[in-house]
């Protein structure tokens, strides 16, 4: 079974810039998940989609960060414009069980904002 | 943000030694799983446990969930350089869900 993709796997940006990462999750997989992962912490969820509607973006900062996932398949995450605070790794996630389920998790996305 | 505490926060131990880490709530659990990450690696599912008092093993490793639920722990029986990483917890209650623990980082020195 083919894992979660994600790419780009590496980006440098400067801040004030855009930048969007791309994720696809496991087939068959109704869940999906953004999660932000600062250095020496642990994942910190963004936003819970499952199928293409939006089950939590509580911690999402909707004045920079916007997702979609059209047709409940792939998804994009995307910043604008980027603050420095934004370096971190951009992990995607998916399951077949919701709150349930483990969560496989796809190689991630390392943002640099310089 | 809410946060969700493990002790220790860092651990270095002789190649063969056991290890454990804790993971604390202050409310009671719905169910608590348990992660992986090797340095610069993603989060692997170790585990998942959901009853009271539920114990759990997988070769080695020893997971154990409070008979209050509202504490875990993971424990490593004669640790092996390829048990080095950080290991999360991550649980989920009425009040809070995939809220990732703060880790706790293993090295095992040979």
């Known amino acids: 079974e083919a894992g979660v993709a994600q790419s780009p796997r590496y980006k440098i940006i400067e801040k004030r810039q855009s930048v969007a990462f791309w994720c696809n999750p496991i087939?068959?997989?109704?869940?999906l998940y953004w999660y932000q992962q600062i250095l020496g912490q642990g994942p910190k969820l963004l936003i819970q989609f499952q199928n293409n509607g939006v089950v939590d973006d509580s911690q999402l900062p909707k004045d920079r960060f916007s997702a979609e996932r059209l047709k409940g398949v792939d998804s994009t995450l995307k910043i604008q414009p980027a603050k420095l605070e934004d370096s971190a790794v951009y992990l995607c996630?998916?399951?077949?069980?919701?709150?349930?389920?483990?969560?496989?998790f796809g190689p991630g996305t390392r943002l640099t904002v310089t | 943000g809410q946060q969700v505490m493990q002790i220790p926060q860092y651990q270095h131990v002789q190649e063969g030694e056991d290890f454990t880490t804790y993971c604390n709530s202050s409310t009671t659990l719905s169910n608590i799983q348990w992660y992986k990450q090797r340095p610069g690696g993603h989060p692997v599912f170790l585990i998942q446990?959901?009853?009271?008092?539920e114990v759990k093993k997988q070769k080695r490793l020893t997971f154990q969930f409070g008979e209050a639920k509202k504490n875990s722990s993971l424990h490593i029986t004669a640790t092996q350089t390829t048990d080095v990483g950080t290991y999360f917890c991550a649980p989920t209650s009425g009040t809070y869900k995939y809220i990732f623990g703060t880790g706790t980082r293993l090295k095992v020195l040979a």
């Open positions: 996630a998916s399951s077949s069980l919701g709150v349930a389920g483990e969560q496989y």
């Open positions: 087939s068959g997989h109704a869940t």
């Open positions: 446990l959901v009853k009271s008092g």
